[in-house]
């Protein structure tokens, strides 16, 4: 083997080159613990909605941070002011949905500031137009119009109450059927519950399943039909869960209970229509008396008064 110092010199700047582009390399990275244990948790169960927590978000973003604290702050004061909260709560329940007190009071003063800017609105029409010289009077209306916005809120609430407990007084009847004919097949009323509430939509069967879920949580089945009870206070749902009560602690028959409230519900809804369309008899012969008679009455007489009119030379 011949040296020469030209090879020497060669693999001398060869090494020093390797051994930079080595140093000038960023150093490896250890891997953390989050990436080696990722690949082993890709098919974990997901969590159960139950225990899920959703952080509010709001629809305005950055808008509703700024404006959130005032609006919270005269939803604090409406509260102070009109009360009430007990029977808010109560109406709120019925109404379903899930919505807060605090919830309801910040719609209530949004529902009156709009009601404040269309008075305000009005109040510089009147003042441009010269119909209203004094400023007070304006002062006043644009109150009363901001006082007509909370209120709306409040009666659209008691509207959306009484329609929803409209509508499960007409689906209990066949809620009802379908329990008893779980029970009479040889199921526990829980079983059937659970049953029914799977199968069944609508408002009632939405307040089974949250039975079912506060029995879930430790309450006894008749606590929470108890609370069922409480939160939608008709009648018909009363009677639906003394029954269950008394067949649950008592080992009564339930089948035979349900079909006769279902039986009941049915009689109760055909009484209710017929005095419904009672009292709308009179109204019905509004349109019959001043739009309807008269036509005929017309139509009746205008030939007569056409032949003697030909008559008369």
């Known amino acids: 083997m011949i040296w020469s110092p030209a090879g020497a010199g060669l693999g001398a700047v060869s090494g020093c080159g390797l051994w930079l582009a080595v140093r000038s ?11 080696r244990l990722a690949p082993y948790l890709t098919d974990a169960p997901r969590q159960s909605r139950l225990l899920a927590v959703t952080a509010p978000t709001g629809s305005f973003g950055a808008a509703e941070r700024l404006v959130g604290p005032t609006i919270k702050g005269l939803a604090r004061r409406v509260d102070g002011w009109i009360g009430g ?10 109404a379903g949905g899930g919505m807060t ?9 949004i529902y009156g500031a709009v009601g404040l800017g269309f008075g305000l609105v ?4 009147a003042a441009v137009r010269g119909a209203h ?3 007070m009077a304006l002062v006043v209306m644009s109150g009363v119009f901001a006082l007509f916005g909370v209120m709306l809120r409040d009666h659209l609430l008691t509207r959306q109450a009484r329609r929803r407990d409209a509508r499960m007084v007409a689906e209990f009847p066949t809620i009802a059927e379908m329990l008893a004919l779980a029970v009479g097949a040889g199921e526990s009323p829980v079983s059937a519950l659970d049953r029914v509430s799977r199968i069944a939509g609508g408002e009632l069967s939405m307040e089974l399943r949250n039975v079912l879920a506060d029995n879930r949580a430790g309450a006894t089945i008749v606590s929470a ?21 008394i067949a649950v602690e008592r080992g009564t028959p339930l089948a035979d209970v349900l079909r006769a409230q279902a039986a ?5 809804g055909r009484r209710a229509l017929l005095e419904a369309g009672g009292r709308k008899e009179i109204a019905m012969l509004i349109p019959v008396v001043f739009f309807v008679l008269p036509v005929t009455v017309v139509f009746a007489l205008f030939p007569g008064f056409y032949g003697l009119r030909l008559a008369v030379p």
């Open 25 to 35: 390399s960023p150093p490896m990275r250890r891997p953390r613990l989050d990436d």
């Open 85 to 94: 909260a007990a029977s808010v709560r109560r109406r709120l329940a019925r």
């Open 101 to 109: 007190l605090e919830a309801f009071r910040v719609e209530q003063v």
């Open 122 to 125: 009005l109040a510089l029409l």
């Open 133 to 135: 010289r004094s400023p």
């Open 225 to 245: 039909l108890e609370a069922l009870a409480a939160r939608t206070s008709l009648p018909a749902v009363i009677r639906f869960v003394d029954g269950m009560a």
């Open 264 to 268: 009941d519900a049915r009689e109760s």
